[in-house]
Nanobody
Framework: QVQLVESGGGSVQAGGSLRLSCVAS????????MGWFRQAPGKEREGVAS????????YYADSVKARFTISQDNRKKTVHLQMDSLKPEDTGMYYC?????????????????WGQGTQVTVSS
């Protein structure tokens, strides 16, 4: 059974950094695309970044380009999201998710497995 466990959230001031991690288990790691999504109170869940575990492809939302970096550690079956220059609008619950194909997308449709989320709060 696929399991995803996020960690690394917290509270920071604007301009600060956080590093989120998502540990995956229960499936053939390299056959999947992993994504990070976030949801602020009262707003829809939105895609932040995705990465193809079997290659080098990544995809970012325009709002986080040049500030966030998604990466993988195959040996540890972990995907990281390094978040720098954080802004108050980055506040939300951050989720990692997995889909079994090679499609790099930021749409929630098609991601079959989701973690429980980790809270990120950025104060001004």
């Amino acid at each position: 059974q696929v399991q995803l466990v996020e960690s690394g959230g917290g509270s920071v001031q604007a301009g600060g950094s956080l590093r989120l991690s998502c540990v995956a288990s229960g499936y053939t790691y390299s056959s999947y695309v992993m994504g990070w999504f976030r949801q602020a109170p009262g707003k829809e869940r939105e895609g932040v970044a995705s990465i193809y575990l079997g290659g080098v492809g990544t995809y970012y939302a325009d709002s986080v380009k040049a500030r966030f970096t998604i990466s993988q550690d195959n040996r540890k079956k972990t995907v990281h999201l390094q978040m720098d220059s954080l802004k108050p609008e980055d506040t939300g619950m951050y989720y990692c998710a997995a889909r079994r194909d090679y499609i790099l997308t930021l749409k929630t449709e098609g991601f079959n497995y989701w973690g429980q989320g980790t809270q990120v709060t950025v104060s001004s």
